[in-house]
């Protein structure tokens, strides 16, 4: 028992290790996107084993109804392709007739359907029209050795039994993983929610509403809510126009004031400097003023005691208290002069 429950752990890492097997372009291709493989649920049956080969490779059967064709589904494939070392993928796709009994409508019809799951490169060969349910005789009838599906019971809507059962209990069965966030109800959920939306990018694109089935109201709504949005628009684009137009005068005005504060400070800078060489100049012209008064007044007082002194001297002979004017010399001259009298 133990060596069975090694077994299966060694074959579920075995491959998923090969599934995880891909180009380094792919890798970062990967890791940008958000999408993951789900973890691996634990299995209470055994799992297969197979020896494979290029002569030989193990073929594999994986079916589904693959409607609107995604990258959950090309993952999925992808495992089925990658689950031995030498596989040929056998991938079979329900018909219109069989899937709208037993599921309902899908979006793509079969042919589509069929071209869809065709051209993913790790599709060997498509079988179309396939059975909801496998029997011994459709699997001899393809020489599979094993079927791959998520582990989940798949119940048949008419006898609630998984689907796979006898697979699974056979030792043919290869366990996948589903990718998260992804499958055509989640798309067709997207669509839903957004109906509005695409009908609008739809009718850009020329589309009437005759041609998508809308009714007289939603028709009139829907014009409605475009009218409302083509007014938003331009709205919010004359705002943005409005900024743009104010944010290009206060830049302006920034740079008026800019000018003029600095012509303003270059004006009272030569102010300042007129000023200052004004009053310089100003102080020479005073002090020269002053120089040519003093040097005036000195000629002149020299010139006025000459005179005085001519006429004392000619009206006395001398100063009337016997004190000579002028130099030492004449006053000596002169004193000389009383005494000889």
């Not at 074959?11 to 973890?39: D, F, H, N, T």
Request: hydrophobic share 30%; charged share 35%; proline share 4%.
């Amino acid at each position: 028992m133990s060596n069975a429950r090694s077994h299966k752990r060694r074959a579920r890492r075995q491959a998923s290790q090969r599934v995880e097997e891909v180009s380094p372009v792919e890798k970062k291709s990967r890791a940008a996107g958000s999408m993951k493989l789900e973890p691996m649920e634990e299995v209470d049956f055994p799992l297969p084993e197979f020896e494979s080969s290029p002569e030989r490779p193990v073929r594999v059967y994986a079916d589904g109804i693959f409607d609107l064709f995604h990258v959950g589904h090309a993952r999925m494939l992808e495992q089925c392709k990658k689950l031995f070392p030498h596989v040929y993928l056998i991938v079979g796709v329900c018909s219109d007739k069989l899937t709208r009994q037993m599921k309902g409508k899908t979006v793509l019809d079969e042919s589509e359907r069929y071209e869809s799951v065709r051209h993913c490169r790790w599709v060997d060969e498509v079988v179309t029209d396939a059975p909801w349910v496998l029997d011994e005789e459709f699997i001899q009838k393809h020489n599979i050795d094993c079927v791959a599906h998520d582990p989940a019971p798949y119940i048949h809507p008419k006898t609630g039994e998984d689907v796979y059962s006898f697979l699974k209990n056979t030792r043919r069965f290869a366990p996948t993983r589903r990718t998260e966030g992804i499958s055509t109800s989640d798309i067709i959920v997207r669509i839903v929610r957004d109906y509005d939306d695409y009908i609008a990018r739809n009718l850009e694109r020329g589309i009437s509403f005759k041609e998508m089935k809308v009714g007289f109201l939603k028709k009139n709504q829907l014009r409605m809510e475009k009218q409302v949005k083509e007014i938003q628009s331009k709205s919010r684009e004359r705002l943005a126009k409005l900024k743009d137009d104010t944010r290009i005068v206060q830049e302006r005005l920034k740079n008026n004031i800019r000018r003029t504060s600095q012509r303003i400070d270059k004006a009272r800078k030569d102010l300042f400097e007129d000023v200052e060489a004004f009053g310089q100049k100003m102080e020479r012209r005073a002090s020269s003023l002053l120089e040519r008064s003093k040097m005036f007044l000195t000629e002149t007082g020299v010139v006025v005691n000459e005179h005085v002194r001519s006429f004392l001297v000619g009206t006395f002979g001398h100063h009337p208290r016997g004190v000579p004017l002028g130099s030492d010399e004449e006053g000596s001259s002169g004193s000389q002069s009383d005494s000889d009298e």
